[in-house]
C-alpha cells in the first residue's frame, strides 16, 4: 500500500452523485452544483453541504426551500461549468441552456434536462458546518431518457460514472417470494 496525503482521503468517501441545487428568491432562480449530499435515517431526508460563498446560500437560508436536481452523466460538464461561474453574475438556466419547469411544492423550479429532481424544504442548519438538512417533499423521474448514469466527484477534478448495477438483493432480504 502507498500513503495517501491526509488532505486527499475525502476521494475515497466522497458521497452520492454530483447534483444541481435550484433556489429561487423574489423572482430570481439559480443553480449551485453540488457533489456532497449525503441520505438520512432511510426516508427522503437528505444533507448538503454549501456556505456564504455561494449566492444560492442566501436563498436557501431566506426561503426554506430547493430542488435537488440529478443531472446524468450527460449533463456532467455543463453541471461542472455551472459550478464554476456564480449567479450574482448571470443567469444559470439562461448560459447553460436548461430549462425550469414549475414545482409542485416549493417556488424553486425543476430541471427539465435532469434525469430526476427531488423538490425540498430545508428543516435544519446546522451553521458550525453549514450543512442543511431538507425533507423531500415532491419527486420527478424522467425514465424515457436514453442516459440515466449518474457521476461522482472523486476530487481534483477527476469524476466518475456509474457503471454495471451489481444485484444482491436476495443476500439482503434472503425472504422475498420468487419474482420480487
Request: proline fraction near 6%; charge should be positive.
Amino acid at each position: 500500500m502507498k500513503k495517501l496525503p491526509l488532505q486527499k482521503i475525502f476521494t475515497l468517501l466522497e458521497p452520492g452523485p454530483v447534483v444541481l441545487v435550484t433556489t429561487a428568491d423574489g423572482g430570481k432562480q439559480n443553480i449551485l452544483t453540488l457533489s456532497w449530499t449525503m441520505v438520512m435515517d432511510f426516508t427522503p431526508r437528505f444533507a448538503f453541504l454549501t456556505g456564504p460563498w455561494n449566492f444560492s446560500y442566501k436563498a436557501l437560508k431566506k426561503t426554506g426551500e430547493c430542488v435537488i436536481a440529478i443531472p446524468a452523466v450527460d449533463l456532467a460538464k455543463k453541471a461542472v461549468q455551472i459550478g464554476t461561474c456564480s449567479g450574482v453574475e448571470i443567469n444559470k438556466f439562461e448560459k447553460f441552456k436548461l430549462t425550469p419547469l414549475t414545482a409542485e411544492k416549493v417556488s424553486a423550479p425543476l430541471i427539465k434536462e435532469c434525469y430526476a429532481n427531488i423538490e425540498c424544504r430545508v428543516i435544519d442548519h446546522i451553521k458550525k458546518h453549514d450543512i442543511f438538512v431538507v425533507d423531500g417533499l415532491a419527486a420527478w423521474i424522467d425514465n424515457k431518457r436514453a442516459e440515466k448514469r449518474c457521476f461522482h466527484a472523486v476530487g481534483d477534478g477527476h469524476f466518475i460514472a456509474d457503471g454495471e448495477m451489481i444485484n444482491h438483493r436476495r443476500i439482503m432480504l434472503p425472504k422475498l417470494p420468487k419474482g420480487v
